[in-house]
């Protein structure tokens, strides 16, 4: 457990090598030499003894005298063993103990657990190497291949560069004794001694790295337990270049040195996180051997240092769509100068690596039902499909889901506005603000505005603004704010031709514009446009499951974005936000590398839709306009 994968052994076979047989990867650095203390396991069902004495009739081997050592020196939990000495005597349930694996949401609140099993790409060998011989004339080098290959397994290994010339140091230091670390990330490809430390070295982390044009957000995970040791965010800095991706684009058009400088925003940013997540989990940069990173095309393509040009403009083509490997010492991050970095593959030129992260994590490919996947950026990337069939298309959505192009939009921020209801009967708003938890009408919410000040909406709430201002009658199904209200409520006001809402009148005044209304329309229809067609590619007239990624989808209310036909009906209960799930994915690729092969294939087999080529997409987008559709309807909304 938690594999559920079981089978037949011999009686005496020690509980770690039934694991392998059964493919279920448990640590184990010191080679089963009962020092290192990673193969740790616990039984779960049968004869046994929770406590330390082991009776003859019981399932597994009583301690033995390693093992027993083991916990005199470094302690063993209670009820734990280590797989490497117990071995099996009966029927035994085993649990491999992993870490929960937390997904923290680093912009705000939510969070998403799962368990991940873990095969990461590196692996910590221990070894002891034969002293020099001045009959066998064998390089130091070369013997400790010997021993890779007797005790771990590994032949034909590459060395990295690097190591050369400090691998007779390292043996002298460890007096012969060696901890390598081996990547052996494709099958196909030969293992790689990229790090080597004197003695019992039983350290090893890896990076998995989200990079969005907005925010850059990090995990730091023990890739020998699967913890998750810190997780950190931060803004994009190329933001100064250009607040979307394609004015980022124009930038490099436009500079001689503009893709030099965004890279160098990137990588720095990247690397300025990596230092930050290492000193807040007590990790050595050095020890961090492996990174996954996720990230749009033009993310993708600037942190690697490629022009992004080509995906500015039609045919939007990749200069890379298959998964990347380097070396992190390439790119300059900071970390082992032995790490590698493996980047996941591009789906098209507008739907990325992230897309691909978020395909991994919410897993269409690996089931029966129609699940849409959504993450809303400045271009809404989505997936549709199931186990048989998948399709992927990104739609310009434009900034106004993430409070821009709204007046009084903002980014989400103590003192943002981040929930709205508006009583139909005497149209008054009440709202929440981000940092406190109470509501406008409430006792004490006064003294939360006073200190965090009321400084705008932001992206989450300017969809429930909107549909509130539809459910009460505010606005037509056409988006149309009713100026004839005005006789009602001073809220509904005249600014030039049209009309606007006054949602608080404060120091700053914060209203909804017709402009405002009028622009979450044109976002909205373009996902909606953009979902629409995926749908009618698939054949399928409705939706069994939405999985809302990013930031966005996180904190907008599922009912709030059908009301406005943002997504397609389909029972409440069955959508619901999935955090930063291209972060999951890089998560998981980083784990075990066995994700990374999956989404290579799967990504290989998503048909890639070009909405701007697609003449249904105009006449989708149309429709889309009203709210919450012109044809299409919404059961579930009823219901
Ligand atoms: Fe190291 Fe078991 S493998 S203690």
Redesign the pocket.
């Known amino acids: 457990m938690p594999s559920g994968k079981r089978g037949r052994f011999p009686v005496g076979t020690p509980v770690?090598d039934a694991a392998r047989s059964l493919g279920v990867y448990v640590e184990?650095?010191?080679?089963?030499?009962?020092?290192?203390?990673?193969?740790q396991v616990e039984v779960q069902e049968g004869h046994f003894a929770k406590h330390k004495i082991v009776s003859s009739n019981d399932h597994i081997s009583a301690r033995g005298a390693k093992e027993e050592r083991?916990d005199r020196v470094r302690g063993l939990p209670e009820g734990r063993r280590?797989?490497?000495?117990a071995t099996i005597q009966g029927d035994l349930v085993i649990d491999v103990p992993q870490d929960t694996v937390v997904n923290a949401q680093v912009v705000r609140k939510s969070a998403i657990d799962r368990i991940i099993e873990r095969n990461p790409a590196v692996q910590l060998c221990y070894v002891e190497v034969d002293e020099p011989d001045m009959h066998k004339p064998l390089g130091d080098l070369d013997r400790l291949k010997v021993m890779l290959d007797r005790d771990w397994g590994f032949d034909n290994l590459l060395v990295s560069q690097y190591l050369i010339p400090q691998v007779q140091g390292i043996l002298r230091k460890g007096s012969w004794a060696v901890t390598a670390a081996i990547h052996r990330d494709l099958e196909a490809s030969r293992p790689n001694i990229i790090a080597l430390w004197p003695g019992l070295h039983n350290e090893a982390y890896g990076i998995a790295c989200d990079i969005g044009s907005t925010t850059i957000a990090m995990h730091l995970v023990s890739l020998l337990s699967g913890r998750i040791v810190a997780s950190s965010g931060m803004q994009n800095p190329q933001i100064r270049f250009g607040e979307d991706l394609m004015s980022r684009v124009s930038y490099v058009m436009m500079n001689p040195d503009g893709r030099a400088q965004l890279t160098k925003a990137v990588r720095d940013a990247v690397t300025e996180l990596t230092r930050k997540v290492c000193a807040e989990g007590g990790v050595d940069p050095n020890n961090v051997l492996d990174a996954v990173i996720v990230g749009n095309p033009i993310m993708h393509h600037l942190f690697l240092g490629i022009d992004p040009t080509e995906l500015g403009q039609a045919p939007f083509a990749l200069a890379v769509s298959g998964s990347v490997h380097t070396w992190a010492s390439d790119l300059g991050l900071g970390i082992n100068t032995g790490a590698r970095i493996y980047m996941l593959p591009c789906i098209a030129g507008h739907v990325g690596a992230d897309a691909a992260g978020a395909t991994l994590s919410e897993g269409p490919h690996r089931q029966d039902r129609m699940m849409l996947l959504v993450d809303v950026g400045t271009n809404a990337e989505i997936v549709l499909g199931n186990r048989n069939r998948i399709v992927a298309a990104s739609s310009p959505t434009g900034p106004a889901f993430e409070g821009a192009e709204i007046s009084a939009g903002q980014r989400a921020a103590p003192g943002a506005i981040e929930r709205v209801r508006i009583d139909p009967a005497t149209l008054e708003p009440r709202f929440k603000i981000i940092g406190s938890d109470l509501w406008s009408d409430e006792p004490g919410f006064d003294a939360d505005a006073e200190t965090l000040g009321i400084t705008g909406i932001c992206g989450s709430a300017i969809i429930e603004v909107v549909a509130e201002m539809f459910l009460s009658g505010i606005i037509s199904e056409d988006g149309v704010i009713d100026g004839a209200l005005a006789a009602r409520s001073p809220r509904i006001r005249q600014t030039g031709r049209t009309h606007s809402y006054l949602l608080h009148q404060g120091k700053q005044e914060i209203s909804v514009t017709q402009n405002d209304v009028r622009a979450i329309q044109l976002a909205k229809s373009a996902l909606y446009a953009g979902v629409k067609l995926l749908m009618e590619k698939l054949g399928v007239d409705h939706v069994d499951t939405i999985s809302l990624a990013g930031a966005f989808g996180s904190f907008i209310d599922p009912k709030y974005a059908m009301v406005l036909g943002l997504i397609p009906d389909c029972d409440l209960s069955e959508v619901k936000a999935v955090g930063n799930a291209a972060g999951t994915g890089a998560l998981m690729a980083l784990l075990n590398r066995d994700y990374r092969r999956e989404i290579e294939k799967t990504v290989h087999r998503i048909e890639k839709i070009e909405t701007a080529l697609e003449p249904r997409f105009q006449q989708h987008f149309v429709n889309a306009m009203a709210l919450p559709n012109k044809v299409d309807a919404f059961p579930h909304l009823a219901a």
């Open positions: 770690l184990s650095v010191c080679g089963g030499r009962a020092t290192c203390g990673r193969c083991y280590l797989s490497c000495s």
